[in-house]
């Protein structure tokens, strides 16, 4: 797609729609905080984990450049937005766009158990993603970085059957160069940010940790039913998932992941243009339901 092809950024709407996220994640977390009622901080920790989604999705949004057209103000935005994962926008950054370089090769083939894998492991890893685990390693990793970078280094795992299994190697390898100084900055940002919203609105240690363990599931679940068991290409390994259309339009038109990965700079408002009607649509429900039953051995004739 040339350039002069893509769609206008929607930077109003973004940045309306960023304020009015955070703004409904921050009464969800006082809510689920000072609630007398089980179940209205349950139905608190589940909104949150909708609308903190929404704040993710414009995250993602940054990490391409097209949340605003200014560099800076999408830079800046899309740091406002890293806090509330917590997470540093730069780390946040540079794995994703490893995510787009690697979709579905053998780094990125959770969903197959291929010869030489390291089956518990890989159900490990898998069942990390399932149950929401997945999403706490984003901000620890975050702080692990900022207070002793030479840690995560280790864990790569270069060269080695774990660290290719894994995706290790592929995505600690960017830290080499990154750049520190500006992540430790952001997850300071991050740390201040949630102390601030701890602190101004009383929160709780269990209304805090309820709502981010909705988010982390409902996160985490959706971040590889929208590439698994989908071909195996860079460009084309993703679905464009059928789901409830209120769902789709919370989560900012994440589901059209196909379409993502084949016009990665075109802004969420418009990927519904970009939908391969011809193409294959699984529903979320029905990839969610399968990948309980786990990785499936990598079929004969896969490339």
Same mark, same amino acid.
């Given at each position: 797609?040339?350039?002069?092809?893509?769609?206008?950024?929607? &930077?109003?709407?973004? %940045? +309306?729609? /960023? $304020? !009015? =996220?955070?703004?409904?994640?921050?009464?969800?977390?006082?809510?689920? #905080?000072? &609630?007398?009622?089980? %179940? +209205?901080? /349950? $139905? !608190? =920790?589940?909104?949150?984990?909708?609308?903190?989604?929404?704040?993710? #999705?414009?995250?993602?949004?940054?990490?391409?450049?097209?949340?605003?057209?200014?560099?800076?103000?999408?830079?800046?935005?899309?740091?406002?937005?890293?806090?509330?994962?917590?997470?540093?926008?730069?780390?946040?950054?540079?794995?994703?766009?490893?995510?787009?370089?690697?979709?579905?090769?053998?780094?990125?083939?959770?969903?197959?158990?291929?010869?030489?894998?390291?089956?518990?492991?890989?159900?490990?890893?898998?069942?990390?993603?399932?149950?929401?685990?997945?999403?706490?390693?984003?901000?620890?990793?975050?702080?692990?970085?900022?207070?002793?970078?030479?840690?995560?280094?280790?864990?790569?795992?270069?060269?080695?059957?774990?660290?290719?299994?894994?995706?290790?190697?592929?995505?600690?390898?960017?830290?080499?160069?990154?750049?520190?100084?500006?992540?430790?900055?952001?997850?300071?940002?991050?740390?201040?940010?949630?102390?601030?919203?701890?602190?101004?609105?009383?929160?709780?240690?269990?209304?805090?940790?309820?709502?981010?363990?909705?988010?982390?599931?409902?996160?985490?679940?959706?971040?590889?039913?929208?590439?698994?068991?989908?071909?195996?290409?860079?460009?084309?390994?993703?679905?464009?998932?059928?789901?409830?259309?209120?769902?789709?339009?919370?989560?900012?038109?994440?589901?059209?992941?196909?379409?993502?990965?084949?016009?990665?700079?075109?802004?969420?408002?418009?990927?519904?243009?970009?939908?391969?009607?011809?193409?294959?649509?699984?529903?979320?429900?029905?990839?969610?339901?399968?990948?309980?039953?786990?990785?499936?051995?990598?079929?004969?004739?896969?490339?």
């Amino acid at each position: 797609m040339r350039a002069e092809d893509t769609p206008p950024i929607p &930077a109003a709407l973004n %940045a +309306v729609l /960023l $304020v !009015a =996220a955070m703004g409904a994640g921050a009464l969800c977390l006082w809510t689920a #905080s000072h &609630a007398e009622a089980l %179940a +209205v901080r /349950l $139905v !608190a =920790a589940g909104v949150f984990s909708y609308v903190n989604n929404t704040v993710f #999705s414009l995250l993602h949004e940054a990490t391409h450049g097209v949340l605003h057209p200014s560099r800076r103000l999408n830079d800046g935005l899309g740091r406002l937005a890293a806090t509330f994962f917590p997470t540093s926008f730069t780390l946040q950054r540079a794995f994703h766009l490893t995510h787009h370089r690697n979709n579905r090769t053998e780094r990125e083939q959770f969903d197959y158990l291929r010869p030489g894998d390291h089956r518990f492991l890989k159900r490990a890893q898998w069942y990390a993603i399932l149950t929401g685990a997945y999403w706490a390693f984003v901000p620890l990793g975050a702080l692990v970085f900022a207070l002793a970078p030479g840690l995560l280094r280790k864990l790569r795992g270069p060269g080695t059957r774990y660290g290719e299994q894994t995706g290790a190697d592929a995505y600690l390898g960017r830290l080499e160069e990154a750049p520190g100084a500006t992540i430790r900055a952001e997850v300071l940002l991050m740390v201040a940010l949630q102390a601030g919203l701890a602190y101004a609105l009383e929160l709780t240690p269990t209304g805090w940790a309820l709502c981010y363990a909705a988010f982390a599931v409902n996160w985490s679940s959706l971040q590889y039913a929208d590439h698994a068991w989908s071909p195996l290409d860079v460009r084309e390994g993703a679905w464009d998932l059928r789901v409830a259309a209120p769902v789709r339009w919370v989560f900012l038109n994440y589901h059209y992941h196909r379409a993502h990965h084949r016009h990665p700079h075109v802004p969420w408002l418009y990927l519904g243009r970009y939908v391969d009607a011809s193409a294959p649509r699984p529903s979320f429900l029905r990839i969610w339901c399968a990948m309980w039953r786990g990785p499936r051995p990598l079929p004969e004739k896969a490339p």
